[in-house]
């Protein structure tokens, strides 16, 4: 069964209440079914941010994307993911990862670890949410029954964890590096990463929707030209191979909706997430998805 699209944006820079509350409203304008709001130091605390984007809006859903797992205590965050799907009136989407970069960890003097101590804490976090946020848990309560879970990871081990509990798969497309700086892969490792995936998750009731987190949207009649600034931070790759990477799409309004419809037909990806600075630039594409 094809999915149909859901859009995303993950809104990264904090602003004073009233231009906040725009911004929340412009992206249910521009047809974003999702506001979202990350988990890094220096960005917005991301609960109050959504509590506050539920009063701005109406139609949206409100997530995080993702919570860094190495910054919360499961008890504490239990508590804050009922408490924000309370004040969202239910429209909240709990999204979680390892977290990928060390210098924030040591910022926080929190213990940074080794990439399998810290999927274990992710592991032990997701299986306390759930017997917290269920129906012998914890007070407060959430509205919904289930808040949908959203996992977002790419080695085996994190694909194995989506696999058995979450609701919305997340592909980053791309491998951390020393430092936490993130490598994209080509579409044929990506292919490769979500057939093993659909392996571990064969078993499930319910399939889960697969979200792909898009870096990079211009929209151009010369891709060439428009993708060169980014060249110098990809310097391993050509200028068509970055232009072919799942997490970009530079072209024409009619080569980006196309390229969108293909990577559904050939991954599964009905959900897509762009980053705040593209908020307006993936517009069209969006109005134009929602006329197919």
Known sequence: MVRPFRFGVNLMSLAPADEWRAKCRRAEELGYDVILAPDHLGMPAPFPALVAAAEATERPRLGTFVLNAGFWNPALLAREVATTDALTGGRLELGLGTGYVQAEHETAGLPWGSPGERVDHLRRTVEELGRLLGPE???????????????????????????????????????????????????????????????????????????????????????????????????????????????????????????????RDRFGFSYLTVLEPNMEAFAPVVARLREA
């Not at 919305?168 to 951390?176: E, N």
């Not at 949207?217 to 990477?245: F, K, M, N, R």
């Open 137 to 263: 848990g914890q007070r407060p309560r959430a509205v919904q029954e289930r808040v949908p879970l959203l996992i977002g990871g790419n080695g085996d081990r994190m694909l194995r964890l989506t696999a058995e509990h979450a609701d919305i798969a997340a592909f980053t497309a791309a491998r951390t590096r020393d430092g936490g700086a993130l490598e994209p892969i080509a579409a044929e490792e990506l292919g490769e990463r979500v057939a093993l995936y659909r392996k571990l998750a064969a078993g499930r009731a319910e399939p889960a929707e697969l979200n792909l987190l898009i870096q990079i949207i211009i929209v151009t009649d010369d891709p060439g030209a428009a993708i060169q600034p980014w060249l110098s931070h990809i310097p391993h790759l050509t200028e068509q191979q970055v232009l072919e990477l799942p997490i970009v799409l530079v072209g024409t309004l009619d080569d980006i909706v196309e390229r969108v419809r293909a990577q």
